[in-house]
């Protein structure tokens, strides 16, 4: 078969939500792509899956705040092809320790890019929020345009309008080599795929694919509990009451970001996770990890009982989830250093979903071989000093 035509322009590896996006960017390009899973569809195995995720603008780093108005377009652009309602506004509360440069951060960033916003004092909260508490006398900000993603319906969405662009999915095909060259050549569980270019999108799994390639990324796959918490009183942390998303950031006490979303998946049962979680092989990711109690739940019982008063302080529903944690949390979004035509989306760092109509544009551009139209400068593999590399 050497030197046989290649069939496909592109072929993408991964289909979470990163993945289906550069698929259906390619495809609506009008160019061949094959996007290929190792599970069956749809499945929970990844970081991809479950049914909301937060979308908002306000973010510290401005390259993210930069590209939220692009994503928002994108979402909505979705929704209008799919005829699905994938985005409901509520609105997320930002609370912070007053004068942190964290929380000064986000106020800077929200008023810097235009984000509609109101400043609230601890006294405030209670009588404008009165689920919350600001126990630790944080003070908060309400971001009004933020909401939630349906997350598996918006997966769902995206790989059926690939599908609908003329686009080839192969689930519950696993890529076991990838050989590259001019043409790069992916064998998988069922067969033998062949394309001018390969995008890898293949989440916590991404350094298994890398490693024969000459490339170790600074990727941490993480395992991350998914929490949900019953509600005293029913209906007091829906939507319907007014309650919105929080994210709250980071003390001595809970020393990463906490986050929660109004109930919606569970009757009663509101989401509230810690942004952090247990390093992991995905491969063995149902294993209990090591010690009796997780700490990350121990955490979060202390922050629900001061902070959410109105919640049991004990989590109703555990489930799992994995994020792939960079060193400094910004994305992988680059070209491999040696072989241009393999494009690598990682690193998502338990924040990509809301950003993933951009991250799949990006990716697809840069496997056209085109310049991206943002600054490429923070999510450049060359960021990470003393990058590891297998011998090829
Ligand atoms: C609990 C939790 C809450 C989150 N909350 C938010 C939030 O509120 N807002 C937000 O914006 N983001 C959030 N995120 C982050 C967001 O969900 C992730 O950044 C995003 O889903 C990452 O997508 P991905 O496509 O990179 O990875 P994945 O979804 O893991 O997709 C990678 C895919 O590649 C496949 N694959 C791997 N190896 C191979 C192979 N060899 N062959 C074929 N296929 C392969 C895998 O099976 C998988 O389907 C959250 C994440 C978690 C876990
Ligand atoms: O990205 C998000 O908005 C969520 C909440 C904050 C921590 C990570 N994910």
Same mark, same amino acid.
């Given at each position: 078969?050497?030197? !046989? ?6 072929? &993408?590896?991964?289909?979470? *939500? ?8 390619? !495809?609506?390009?009008?160019? $061949? ?11 929970? $195995? ?10 908002? #603008? ?12 692009? %994503? ?65 006398? /944080? ?11 349906? !997350? ?22 696993? &890529? &076991?080599? *990838? ?10 569980? !069922? ?5 001018? #270019? ?32 019953? =509600?005293?009183? +029913? ?18 006490? @809970? ?8 109930? #919606? ?6 989401? &509230? %996770? ?9 491969? =063995?990711?149902?294993? /209990? ?5 997780? +700490? ?17 302080? /004990?989590?109703?529903?555990? =489930? ?5 944690? @960079? ?14 035509? *393999? ?5 998502? #760092? ?27 400068? +923070? ?14």
């Amino acid at each position: 078969m050497l030197g !046989a035509a290649p069939r496909y322009d592109a072929i &993408v590896v991964g289909a979470g *939500i990163q993945g289906s996006f550069a698929a259906y960017h390619l !495809a609506k390009r009008g160019r $061949r792509a094959l996007l290929l899973e190792q599970f069956p569809l749809p499945h929970s $195995r990844g970081s991809s899956h479950g049914q909301s995720r937060i979308i908002r #603008s306000t973010y510290p780093q401005p390259h993210y705040a930069r590209a939220m108005p692009e %994503c928002y377009r994108l979402w909505a652009q979705l929704e209008a092809e799919a005829g699905v309602q994938l985005h409901r506004q509520t609105g997320l509360l930002v609370l912070g320790a007053e004068g942190s440069p964290a929380f000064g951060a986000c106020l800077q960033s929200l008023a810097q890019h235009g984000v509609p916003r109101e400043l609230l004092s601890a006294q405030e909260l209670p009588r404008r929020f009165p689920g919350v508490r600001a126990y630790g006398g /944080e003070t908060a900000v309400f971001e009004p345009t933020a909401g939630v993603l349906r !997350a598996d319906k918006a997966l769902r969405a995206v790989q059926d309008l690939f599908l609908q662009a003329g686009g080839a999915l192969r689930d519950g095909e696993k &890529v &076991v080599a *990838i050989n590259p060259g001019p043409v790069v050549t992916v064998r998988t569980s !069922a067969g033998v795929h062949r394309a001018g #270019s390969l995008v890898i999108t293949a989440g916590p799994w991404t350094n298994k694919l890398l490693a024969p390639l000459g490339l170790q990324l600074p990727l941490q796959p993480l395992r991350v509990s998914v929490c949900y918490w019953k =509600e005293k009183v +029913p209906g007091t942390y829906g939507s319907a009451a007014g309650f919105p998303c929080f994210l709250s950031l980071r003390t001595s006490q @809970t020393p990463h970001d906490v986050y929660g979303l109004p109930a #919606s998946e569970y009757l009663g049962m509101v989401k &509230v %996770c810690y942004h952090h979680g247990c390093p992991v092989d995905p491969d =063995e990711r149902d294993r /209990e990890p090591e010690g009796s109690a997780l +700490p990350d739940i121990q955490i979060l019982r202390g922050f629900v009982s001061r902070y959410l008063p109105g919640l049991e302080p /004990e989590p109703a529903v555990v =489930e799992t989830c994995m994020y792939t944690i @960079t060193p400094d949390e910004d994305f992988v979004l680059d070209r491999h250093p040696q072989f241009s035509n *393999i494009v690598i989306g990682a690193g998502f #760092s338990g924040h990509g979903f809301k950003l993933a109509p951009v991250v799949g544009k990006v990716l697809c551009e840069l496997s056209l071989g085109q310049a991206p139209g943002c600054d490429m400068e +923070p999510f450049r593999i060359q960021r990470f000093p003393g990058q590891r590399r297998a011998a090829l």
